[in-house]
């Protein structure tokens, strides 16, 4: 009886241990059809195999010119009763770097699986699979641009976004991302259907959610992927410089005199500061230059000072009665700049009002409007864009005629 005990208690660890049964270390090799015919829509077989030891099993697909796919490299296995399977779907992982992933040509194949135990033996066994495909194009990214590939997202107007150009010979499924300095990946296009075309997507250099990125070396790589199974990724680089965002704040107003007769000067003393981390571009009138309440800010000196592209600011000073719509709201507008236009950047075309400087614009506006009483009030524009700490400083100003 104890013999009998210290045979099975032996046995059952050899079996455990894979080191002492006579199974055999590669067995039951099959594929579950003999044909594939791939269309796009999943169709797959699959390859099962048995190992009746712990093994490191190695699946290939060979093809009639010899040339090997490798679809599992050494993979671990634990000796099992139960069958390993792999699904075949006619692709292959090529190592390439762009053409990642291959959809395999027509053409007979031998499936083989290398098993190789620890102790080193080794066992081999192969199976026929034809493949039967379109045998399309893949699709491959063509003439990938990015322009500028320096941007610089600050909302000055100035390269804040950078067009990504790219043609496709095929419709693919396509995913951008961009990756950080540091090495984060941040989504920006997400599984979109792409036709045999010229495509072109713009990056603000923020993430999808509005934040702006910091200032560095930025990847964008692009991922095709048709409905064979072709995948091809290729990357490029584009930088951001100067990144910020631009915020200005008054932070003094005042208006006199408070009760003037119909003809008269009111005269709006403002002060600004650039809070923001970034220069703004601003464009005159100058501090000091006078109005009339007849005037608009696109109607003066022959239409020069026109509202421009979003990347501009100006200070302007508004009141009640003026029902206007956005294109007609603070019809007095200045620049904000502590320097005098002979000293602007561009002399007086247009100036940077430079973070941390502060200034003072005097803004004039002769009364022209038979109102009694008009409420004045001063606010940050940005062009095209918004109207900032509206409506601040609001005081009424008695008009006598």
Request: hydrophobic fraction near 35%; charged fraction near 20%; aromatic fraction near 8%.
């Amino acid at each position: 009886m104890i013999r009998w005990l210290l045979r099975t208690i032996i046995l059952t660890a050899c079996v455990a241990l894979s080191g002492c049964t006579n199974s055999p270390l590669l067995s039951s090799v099959a594929v579950s059809a003999p044909t594939l015919s791939p269309s796009g829509a999943g169709e797959s077989v699959t390859i099962s195999y048995t190992v009746g030891q712990n093994a490191a099993v190695t699946v290939e697909l060979v093809d009639a010119n010899g040339v090997r796919y490798l679809l599992r490299d050494k993979v671990e296995r634990t000796a099992s009763p139960d069958a390993y399977q792999l699904r075949i779907d006619g692709t292959a992982p090529t190592g390439d770097a762009v053409l990642q992933q291959r959809a395999l040509p027509s053409g007979d194949y031998q499936a083989v699986v290398t098993a190789e135990s620890s102790s080193g033996q080794r066992a081999s066994a192969q199976v026929a699979l034809a493949i039967k495909s379109a045998d399309t194009p893949v699709p491959m990214i063509e003439n990938l641009v990015a322009f500028p590939i320096t941007i610089s997202p600050n909302a000055d107007g100035r390269n804040d976004v950078t067009e990504i150009t790219y043609q496709l010979p095929v419709t693919a499924t396509v995913d951008i991302s961009i990756i950080t300095p540091d090495g984060k990946t941040l989504p920006f296009i997400t599984g979109e259907e792409s036709g045999p075309q010229v495509h072109r997507q713009v990056w603000n250099g923020k993430t999808t959610d509005g934040q702006i990125l910091p200032n560095g070396p930025y990847t964008y790589t692009i991922r095709a992927q048709d409905l064979y199974g072709n995948i091809v990724v290729t990357s490029d680089t584009i930088t951001i410089a100067d990144s910020g965002q631009p915020e200005a704040t008054i932070t003094y107003s005042y208006m006199a005199p408070q009760a003037l007769l119909l003809g008269d000067v009111l005269t709006v003393t403002i002060r600004i500061e650039n809070t923001g981390t970034v220069p703004i571009r601003t464009y005159g009138p100058a501090s000091g230059y006078e109005y009339t309440t007849n005037d608009v800010f696109s109607s003066i000196a022959d239409g020069k000072y026109t509202a421009k592209s979003g990347g501009f600011w100006r200070i302007g000073v508004d009141w009640d009665a003026n029902s206007g719509g956005a294109a007609k709201r603070y019809p007095y507008r200045w620049a904000m700049t502590p320097r005098t236009p002979d000293q602007w950047k561009i002399p007086f075309v247009e100036d940077e009002f430079l973070p941390g400087e502060r200034c003072e614009v005097v803004a004039r506006i002769k009364i022209l409007q038979q109102e009694n009483k008009m409420g004045f009030y001063v606010g940050l524009i940005q062009d095209g864009v918004g109207f900032f700490q509206d409506k601040s400083g609001r005081t009424i100003i008695k008009v006598g005629f």
